[in-house]
C-alpha cells in the first residue's frame, strides 16, 4: 500500500506569531503528514514541541537587510533542505519568502509562499525596486502565493512579480470563533475604547492621540486602554496621556480577550495591513471597530454596520468616527457588536481558511 503522507516543512521569522494565527492549519495538515518547523525561537516553541511537532531553530534578524546575516541565512536554508528533503516547503513573512523561496528553486523542492502584508517596503522609491528584485528572482518557481487581500495580490501582479494563475486571496488567517466566542456588551459607566497592538508611527499613532486629545478637549468622558509595546519614541507621550487621564496603559499582554471583552469600542487606525487579526478578534468577540478605509481593514469592517472606517494618515477623520461613536446610544452599539460578529461567522471562519489553504496546497 503506497502512502500519501508527506513531509512538510514551515519556513517563518517569527514562533510566537506563527502559534498564534496559525495554529489550526499546522493541526490540520499534521492529520496526514509530518510537519517540521523552522524559525527563530521566540515564544510558543514549547506548545509547538507539545503538540508534537520538530522544530528548528533558526537565527535570522527580522528587520533590515544585512548582506552578511542574510548570506548566512541562505546557506543554513540550503544545507537544512538538502538534509530533510521535505515534499514541500510553505514560507511566511519576507525573509523565508525570499531566501527560503531560492533555495527551494535551486534544490527543485515544491514551496507555497504566504505575503501578509506589503509594509513599506513597496512605498519607498529605490527600497520598492530591489524588494521587487528579490521576490521577482525567488517567486519564479513558487506553485502559488498566497494574500491577505486583493489589492496585495494585484500589486504583485502589476510588477510582474508572478502572474495572476500564482495567486491565491484567502481572508487572512480568519479567526477561531470558538477561541474568540461572543462576549456580552460591557456596561461601563465611561466608554473604553482599545487599542491593541505595537504603539508604532505606522499603526496610527499620531492620529489616535491626537483625536483623542481633541475628544477630551471637548468634554467627552472615555478611557482610551493601549495594549502592546511602545517603540522609545511614544514613551514620553504615552506617559503624558497617562498624567492627563486620556489613557491607561497596561503593556504587552499574553491574553487579549479580557481587554477586549472590556472595551466598548476598539480602534485600528493603521496605514497598511495584509489582513488586520485585531479587527477579527475584536469583531468576534462582538465589538464595534473603528479603522482605516484601506486593504486589509475595509475587508472586515463595514461603514456604520459593524463599525467605522476612517481615511489613513487623517486624525480630523479618526476623531469624528470616534466622536460618532460615543453619541452612539449603548443599544446601537451593541447591535453593531452583533453585526461584526455574524459578519466573522459569515466570512472569516477560521476553518473555512484552513480548508481552503489545504485545498489550494493540494493536500
Known amino acids: 500500500m503506497i502512502s500519501n503522507r508527506k513531509k512538510i516543512m514551515i519556513l ?31 515564544g510558543h ?3 509547538f514541541v507539545n503538540m508534537g511537532l520538530r522544530c528548528i531553530e ?24 538538502k538534509e530533510e528533503k521535505p515534499d514541500l516547503v510553505i514560507t511566511y513573512s519576507i525573509k523565508p519568502n525570499v531566501y527560503g523561496g531560492l533555495m527551494c528553486s535551486k534544490l527543485k523542492i515544491p514551496f507555497y509562499a504566504n505575503v501578509q502584508g506589503l509594509g513599506t ?32 495580490a494585484d500589486e504583485f501582479v502589476n510588477r510582474k512579480i508572478i502572474s495572476a494563475d500564482k495567486e491565491t ?5 480568519g479567526i477561531n470563533l470558538d477561541e474568540y466566542a461572543y462576549r456580552n456588551y460591557p456596561a461601563n459607566e465611561i466608554p473604553h475604547f ?30 482610551l486602554d493601549l495594549v502592546g509595546f511602545f ?14 487621564g486620556i489613557v491607561k496603559f497596561y503593556g504587552f499582554q499574553e491574553n487579549p480577550i479580557p481587554y477586549y471583552e472590556a472595551a466598548d469600542c476598539v480602534v485600528m487606525p493603521s496605514y497598511h495591513e495584509g489582513m488586520s487579526n485585531v479587527n477579527l478578534e475584536a469583531s468576534a468577540i462582538g465589538r464595534p471597530v473603528i479603522t482605516t478605509n484601506i486593504p486589509g481593514c475595509r475587508e472586515s469592517v463595514e461603514d456604520e454596520n459593524t463599525g467605522w472606517l476612517c481615511e489613513p494618515q487623517n486624525s480630523d477623520s479618526l476623531y469624528m468616527k470616534m466622536k460618532a461613536f460615543l453619541k452612539t446610544d449603548i443599544q446601537k452599539r451593541e447591535q453593531i457588536g452583533r453585526n461584526a460578529r455574524k459578519k466573522m461567522e459569515n466570512e472569516f471562519d477560521k476553518r473555512l481558511i484552513v480548508s481552503e489553504t489545504v485545498k489550494s496546497i493540494g493536500l
Open 12 to 42: 517563518t521569522n517569527h514562533s510566537y506569531m506563527l502559534y498564534r494565527f496559525r495554529r489550526e492549519l499546522i493541526e490540520k495538515l499534521m492529520q496526514k503528514n509530518e510537519v517540521v518547523l523552522s524559525m527563530p525561537f521566540v
Open 45 to 47: 516553541h514549547d506548545d
Open 58 to 81: 533558526t537565527k535570522m534578524e527580522r528587520r533590515g537587510i544585512n548582506p552578511f546575516t542574510d548570506f548566512s541565512l541562505m546557506r543554513f536554508y540550503k544545507k537544512m533542505l
Open 121 to 152: 517596503a513597496f512605498q519607498k522609491k529605490g527600497l520598492a525596486e530591489f524588494v521587487t528584485l528579490l521576490y521577482k528572482t525567488a517567486f519564479k518557481k513558487v506553485e502559488t502565493v498566497f494574500f491577505e487581500n486583493q489589492i496585495n
Open 169 to 173: 486571496v484567502l481572508n487572512g488567517a
Open 194 to 223: 482599545l487599542y491593541l497592538g505595537r504603539i508604532m508611527k505606522e499603526k496610527g499613532m499620531d492620529e489616535l492621540f491626537e483625536a483623542a486629545q481633541r475628544l477630551h478637549k471637548d468634554g467627552e468622558k472615555f478611557i
Open 231 to 244: 517603540e522609545d519614541e511614544y514613551k514620553d507621550r504615552v506617559i503624558d496621556l497617562e498624567n492627563q
